[in-house]
């Protein structure tokens, strides 16, 4: 069979790259191990998390390639020649928010390349630079494909009045994504050809939050209608009202992009048996922790809110479409119950994830000594990661 999570890929990229790199590799383990599934690669997948997982059935984009811009439609054709679900039973990867980058790596002087569900965007600061010093601004999200002549955008570079400059021809957009100059129209077209919907770059909408740049990959009017409808899939315990100024370390782990596929990623954040040996001598001892345990289903599996299983190492719950969570309740695990990892899961391209774009957050603790020793963590309200 294929992955576990090939409910949720095939629905967006394309078949023969995830059966290139995930068909056959997962097998029912014969003999004493009944209760699980072992992987080609050498996992061992407890059967209660691949029956959750299987019964996700998400296919989105098979009637929306229209809606795509150039640079995605791509894979919104792949998309259609795969079957479709009814629309009750029918998950839409692309109406969904997504953090795309922590803030505080971002220099707001320079355009971002990035990718998100096989789009090539561009993220770049609209703030102006005064006396040489950067102001405050928003941060906006393009295709990364100048109208013009589709340069990349991302080559191009940020002027001092806040405008995204395309280094090709010396087009400028501001944040709206609206063309505010055209260097070579002659005067009297000038205006004309600027307000051309033709000269408009594709924008999405944006949000900064939890630290995080998130990106609702629709553009246009219909990405900002829909986008306000959509919630977030944030970290609750950053949001609970009861646990205000309880957090008070981060550890955030920064952004990486993975030559894996998005299931494989949230397969291994979903397996509470790899911290003592993956990451021994910070979450566990390999040699002495390792023992036999039981974990079931807590939360009814759900296409929007996803689930939740709990058991003798904790609790993990999966919420659509990239966030795992992971609060552990055993003793080889530092800080107790005071502690939640928080796993964000993004599809990127095909056979590519970005992450873990990840915090660990602790309250207040004992272990205070732990955290100067293993981890780079810094007092204080958790604002960002």
Same mark, same amino acid.
């Given at each position: 069979?294929?992955?576990?999570?090939?409910? &949720?890929?095939?629905?967006?990229?394309?078949?023969?790259?995830?059966?290139?790199?995930?068909?056959?590799?997962?097998?029912?383990?014969?003999? %004493?191990?009944?209760?699980? &599934?072992?992987?080609?690669?050498?996992?061992?997948?407890?059967?209660?998390? #691949?029956?959750?997982?299987?019964?996700?059935g998400y296919t989105p984009l098979a009637s929306r390639s229209?809606?795509?811009?150039?640079?995605?439609?791509?894979?919104?054709?792949?998309?259609?020649?795969?079957p479709t679900t009814p629309a009750s039973t029918s998950f839409?990867?692309?109406?969904?928010? +997504?953090?795309?980058?922590?803030?505080?790596?971002?220099?707001?002087?320079?355009?971002?390349?990035?990718?998100?569900?096989?789009?090539?965007?561009?993220?770049?600061?609209?703030?102006?630079?005064?006396?040489?010093?950067?102001?405050?601004? *928003?941060?906006?999200?393009?295709?990364?494909? =100048?109208?013009?002549?589709?340069?990349?955008?991302?080559?191009?570079?940020?002027?001092?009045?806040?405008?995204?400059?395309?280094?090709?021809?010396?087009?400028?957009?501001?944040?709206?994504?609206?063309?505010?100059?055209? /260097?070579?129209?002659? /005067?009297?077209? $000038?205006?004309?050809? %600027?307000?051309?919907?033709? *000269?408009?770059?594709?924008?999405? /909408?944006?949000?900064?939050?939890?630290?995080?740049? &998130?990106?609702?990959?629709?553009?246009?009017?219909?990405? !900002?209608?829909?986008?306000?409808?959509?919630?977030?899939?944030?970290?609750?315990?950053?949001?609970?009202?009861?646990?205000?100024?309880?957090?008070?370390?981060?550890?955030?782990?920064?952004?990486r992009d993975f030559p894996c596929s998005w299931d494989a990623?949230?397969?291994?954040?979903?397996?509470?048996?790899?911290?003592?040996? *993956? @990451? @021994?001598?910070?979450?566990?001892?390999?040699?002495?922790?390792?023992?036999?345990?039981?974990?079931?289903?807590?939360?009814?599996?759900? !296409?929007?809110?996803?689930? $939740?299983?709990?058991?003798? #190492?904790?609790?993990?719950?999966?919420?659509?479409?990239?966030?795992? %969570?992971?609060?552990?309740?055993?003793? *080889?695990?530092?800080?107790?119950?005071?502690?939640?990892?928080?796993? +964000? =899961?993004?599809?990127? %391209?095909?056979?590519?994830?970005?992450?873990?774009?990840?915090?660990?957050?602790?309250?207040?603790?004992?272990?205070?000594? &732990?955290?100067?020793?293993?981890?780079?963590?810094?007092?204080? /309200?958790?604002?960002?990661?």
């Amino acid at each position: 069979m294929c992955s576990p999570l090939a409910p &949720w890929i095939f629905s967006t990229f394309s078949q023969s790259k995830l059966n290139q790199h995930f068909c056959g590799h997962f097998e029912k383990f014969p003999g %004493k191990l009944d209760g699980t &599934w072992r992987c080609g690669l050498g996992w061992r997948i407890p059967r209660v998390m #691949l029956t959750m997982l299987l019964h996700l059935g998400y296919t989105p984009l098979a009637s929306r390639s229209s809606a795509v811009p150039r640079a995605g439609r791509l894979f919104a054709l792949e998309a259609t020649a795969i079957p479709t679900t009814p629309a009750s039973t029918s998950f839409d990867w692309f109406s969904q928010w +997504y953090p795309v980058n922590v803030i505080e790596t971002m220099d707001p002087s320079r355009p971002h390349a990035m990718q998100l569900l096989g789009l090539n965007l561009v993220a770049w600061n609209d703030g102006e630079t005064i006396g040489g010093v950067k102001q405050e601004g *928003a941060w906006r999200v393009f295709e990364d494909a =100048c109208p013009h002549r589709l340069g990349p955008l991302s080559e191009g570079r940020i002027e001092a009045d806040g405008n995204l400059l395309c280094s090709y021809h010396g087009w400028r957009f501001d944040g709206s994504g609206a063309c505010a100059e055209m /260097p070579y129209a002659p /005067p009297s077209k $000038a205006e004309r050809l %600027k307000q051309s919907c033709r *000269a408009t770059c594709n924008a999405y /909408p944006t949000r900064v939050a939890d630290g995080l740049l &998130w990106v609702f990959p629709v553009g246009g009017v219909l990405g !900002l209608d829909a986008s306000a409808h959509v919630a977030m899939p944030l970290i609750d315990e950053l949001h609970q009202p009861e646990l205000a100024g309880r957090w008070k370390w981060k550890i955030p782990a920064g952004v990486r992009d993975f030559p894996c596929s998005w299931d494989a990623m949230v397969e291994n954040t979903l397996d509470p048996a790899h911290f003592c040996s *993956a @990451h @021994h001598g910070t979450l566990g001892n390999r040699y002495e922790d390792p023992k036999p345990y039981q974990m079931a289903l807590s939360q009814p599996i759900s !296409l929007t809110e996803g689930f $939740a299983i709990d058991g003798e #190492l904790g609790r993990l719950e999966f919420k659509p479409p990239c966030l795992v %969570k992971y609060l552990p309740n055993f003793a *080889a695990m530092p800080f107790g119950r005071s502690l939640v990892i928080a796993t +964000y =899961c993004v599809p990127t %391209k095909p056979g590519w994830v970005r992450g873990p774009l990840m915090t660990s957050v602790v309250m207040t603790t004992d272990d205070e000594a &732990w955290l100067g020793e293993s981890a780079s963590a810094g007092p204080g /309200p958790l604002i960002a990661f």
